[in-house]
């Protein structure tokens, strides 16, 4: 197991872009598969790669990105500032989550082929849910990253917050919208 890491940590140091985005689509894609299987009680044969294959997508191309890019913006805007965790704990929440999370939604939409209407309607939907259950779990978790974790495993260590997070994610905004009652 010690030399998994130490060869993750070289791949990490020699490819941090590729290495972060291949990270965070594989476990966007885990957390919407144990969604699928665990929450949902799809059976192997229900399993619907295309949709975990979505997920896969939308972490490697725009959240692994993202989030590579938004930890070196705040490291650079605080670093070596007086209580340079704490503001950017304060950042990460006030205006980082409320981006990713609505960039999220309107991914996982756009990616499935929904209309503008039925994303809309997804956003009114999901997105104030979604922003509540995160204040729930991510500030404790960012304090933790921003205050002991080194730059170049922030986004590991938000990862695997994220694979449960991601199982929610993908729960939340996969389920069919219930009938409205006349």
Sequence with gaps: MAGLWRSYLRVL???PISTM???TGTLMAAGDAISQLAIEGNTIKKYDTVRSGRFFVLGFCVMGPMLR???????????GTRYASLKMLVTDQTVGAPVVLATFVVGIGALRGDSRQQIKDS??????????????????????NFFFMPLQH????????????????????????EPESE
């Design 21 to 23: 985005c291949s990270t």
């Design 69 to 79: 890019f938004w930890y070196l913006a705040l490291h650079k805007m605080y670093h």
């Design 123 to 144: 956003m009114k939907r999901d997105y104030l849910t979604i922003m509540l259950n995160n204040y729930k779990i991510w500030p404790a978790a960012q304090t933790i």
């Design 154 to 177: 922030r986004v590991l260590f938000v990862n695997f917050i994220a694979l449960g997070w991601n199982t929610y994610l993908a729960w939340i905004t996969e389920r069919k919208p």
């Design 13 to 15: 140091d020699k490819y």
